[in-house]
């Protein structure tokens, strides 16, 4: 019981400034990576204790597909289209401010060849 | 698409044309695709159009000169405009105006660090940089600052700051801003604290300038558009480390806060937490790990909330303290060892009751990040806003807050919102790593659901929660677009001189209200309610 004490003070007392782990770079990333998806969706989308998007699609695919969108084979250019700029969930739309269209495709070649 | 309010169709497009031969005909978006793109991507409103807050069309210019140009257009044909620097303000409106019709002024472009000082600790930055981007320029520059983030961290300094955020490194963000540059209504640039003197060297060396003090009155606000920011920055911490003192006794609690807020206001810790983990066991909400104890509940929707013999009791059976506090201390490791060292003994010397644990220190800082994982495991697709009041941090008040946000929701019959918000005490904020922060903050999601219905009746539970809260003097600390005008009312001594004196300054500023008309309750005078 001590420890879970700790556990929930330590998280209480250290929200801000707690440990951290770095996105580790998965097999996939380390080549070529796309620009856009390493500054826009590698936060959401790598593997890590703090990914959402990665935490999102474990739980939806519960193992059928794989959690990280660079490991799947299955992405087309319009889906990526679809969900970069109407969201998905808890993930918002990005705007042509953020990643223009120019770079959305990129960004949507680059995850369809997975 | 929709039209600004009481502008033709033919104005609008001459602005819009207006707008484009300044910032280009890619970077005015009119196309119902591209304004859907500034929707509040967590709208309290979700499946109800009618009642969401939307724009009209949006402009995203680079320089400063474009965003003088674009507000003298705007005068000249009467249209609303709507700030944002990243746009990212998930939870409190996102990009989305609170004037349906306005055209979003989309600062994401103007993206440039303009300099980062390490002798002095300091960075000049624009609207739509992001925390992460700094991060990434302080981690290629080996530059050991961080830069006070939030989670998520796709926001901006500016933004956030300006919207009174709260961030890892300053806590109050606001209160790292040592100078700002501001394009007023009528197109004129400002700049206040020693910016105001003619190419000054000393513009983030020092907050004021000569004469009153205006930085203020551009957070939380619509008295110009924020073009330039400079915010001191913390050093990187080598170590971070708390510790946690608990017991079973209710009657604990308030002996246990005084001695944490002693070593605060010593500055011995960088900040203090208090809570119940008990009564918290069952809550899920923002992030809390549910203990799992299923009697918490019946007594929490009782409306007496449980006797402190009962809930000591429960906390004894379950071996869950009725009463935890905790503080931590930050910088080089043989300073917070020292500081804690002496938090220990304090607390001895002191006897205050309870068993102090160290934890462990640690030697990383969390960077800014998209941490929306319990979001993404959450039961929404829809994402989510915040009821976020200020309170003391007295016992006193955290039970008097409870008492009172738990009878709102019992009102409303709402006991999953009991269930999945539990009882509140500090969490981290209190503190927040600013070290003399003298109150304390709760944030209560109200998650978005599919049900419609149900995101009615947690409106109206929100707004509930407004009033009975505010008529207590617990106002909020930061709110959704689309309740600042119900929270504003909150505000109401002598006769709502707060507001009035903000509409006062904002008819002189800004006469024909083009800049973000309703930000915070603040109305131009044509579109005042009597």
Redesign the interface.
């Known amino acids: 019981m001590q420890t879970r004490v700790v556990a929930a003070l330590a998280a209480m007392v250290a929200t801000f400034g707690g440990v951290g782990v770095p996105a580790q770079q998965t097999a996939a990333a380390a080549r070529a990576p796309d620009p856009t998806f390493e500054k826009w969706c590698s936060h959401c989308h790598r593997s890590g204790i703090y990914m959402a998007g990665t935490l999102g699609l474990q739980r939806k695919y519960n193992g059928s597909k794989p959690a990280l969108l660079e490991e799947r084979d299955d992405l087309t250019v319009a889906s990526v289209k679809v969900f970069v700029r109407h969201g998905s969930n808890s993930m918002p739309p990005f705007r042509k401010t953020e990643i223009s269209d120019a770079e959305l495709d990129a960004l949507a070649s680059y995850l369809a060849k997975q | 698409m929709i039209l600004p309010p009481g502008v033709h169709r033919e104005a609008f497009s001459a602005a819009l044309q207006a707008f484009a031969n300044v910032v280009g005909d890619q ?1 005015v ?1 009119s196309r119902d ?2 304004i ?3 929707n509040d ?2 709208t309290p409103f979700f499946g109800e159009p009618d009642k969401q807050h939307v724009a009209s069309a ?1 402009v ?1 210019p680079t320089e400063v000169e474009q965003v003088q140009q674009i507000v003298r257009i705007a005068n000249k044909y009467r249209i609303p405009l709507y700030t944002i620097s ?3 303000n ?1 939870g409190y409106g ?2 989305s105006p609170n004037y349906s019709g306005s055209v979003v002024l ?1 600062l ?2 103007m993206n440039r660090i303009i300099e980062v000082n390490t002798d002095e600790g300091y960075m000049i930055v624009e609207p ?1 940089v992001s925390f ?1 981007d700094v991060q990434r320029y302080f981690d290629e520059h080996q530059i050991d600052y961080v830069p006070s983030s939030p ?4 926001g901006s300094p500016i933004g956030n700051g300006l919207d009174h955020g ?4 300053y ?1 109050d963000n606001f209160s790292a801003v040592a100078g700002l540059e501001v394009v007023l209504a009528n197109g004129e640039v400002l700049r206040t604290g020693r910016g105001a003197l003619p190419d000054s060297r000393l513009w983030a060396c020092y907050h004021y300038g000569f004469g009153p003090y205006i930085d203020g009155m551009f957070s939380q606000s619509n008295f110009g558009v924020v073009t330039k920011g400079c915010f001191w920055l913390k050093p990187r ?1 080598e170590v ?1 480390q ?1 510790f ?1 003192i ?1 017991s079973y006794s209710d009657n604990d609690m308030q002996p246990m806060i005084d001695a944490l807020k002693e070593l605060r206001n010593h500055e011995v810790i960088n ?3 208090i ?1 119940s ?1 008990i009564r918290q066991s069952m809550a899920t909400n923002d ?3 549910p ?1 799992g104890v299923p009697e918490v509940n019946t007594l929490l929707r009782r409306r007496d909330g449980g006797s402190s013999a009962e809930w000591e009791a429960l906390a004894q059976k ?4 009725v009463v ?1 506090g ?3 201390a ?1 910088g080089p490791a043989p300073i917070v060892k020292a500081h804690l060292d002496y938090a220990v003994d304090f607390l001895q010397r002191r006897k205050v009751p309870g068993t102090v ?1 160290m ?1 462990k220190p ?1 030697t ?4 800014p ?5 319990e ?3 959450s039961g ?5 806003y915040y009821f976020s009041p200020i309170f003391r941090q007295t016992r006193d008040d955290i039970f008097a807050i409870n008492d009172t946000m738990r009878n709102v929701m019992l009102d409303a019959g709402d006991f999953e919102m009991i269930e999945e918000t539990g009882w509140w005490a ?4 209190a503190g ?2 600013a070290g003399r922060d003298k109150h304390m903050l709760l944030l209560m999601e109200f998650r978005v659901y599919d049900d419609l219905d149900k995101n009615r009746r947690r409106r109206q539970l929100f707004l509930d929660l407004v009033k009975a809260c505010g008529e207590k003097g617990w106002g909020e600390y930061r709110a959704p677009v689309a309740f600042h005008d119900q929270v504003m009312d909150q505000f109401s001594f002598n006769h709502h001189i707060l507001r009035r004196f903000c509409e006062t300054i904002y008819d002189a500023l800004d006469p024909n209200g083009i800049l973000s008309p309703g930000k915070n309750g603040v109305w131009p005078r044509h579109l005042r309610k009597a």
């Open positions: 970077w978006f695709e591209d859907a793109l500034y991507a967590y949006a995203a990243t746009g990212r998930l996102g990009s989309d994401k472009r739509g992460i989670q998520p961290g796709w709260v961030g890892n490194a806590g911490w971070s708390s946690t608990s900040g203090f937490g809570g983990p992030g809390r790990r203990y379950t071996q869950i303290p935890e905790g503080g931590g930050r644990v934890g640690l990383t800082i969390k960077p990040m998209i941490d929306f994982g979001l993404a495991l929404t697709s829809h994402g989510h500090s969490r981290g904020f927040g790593g």
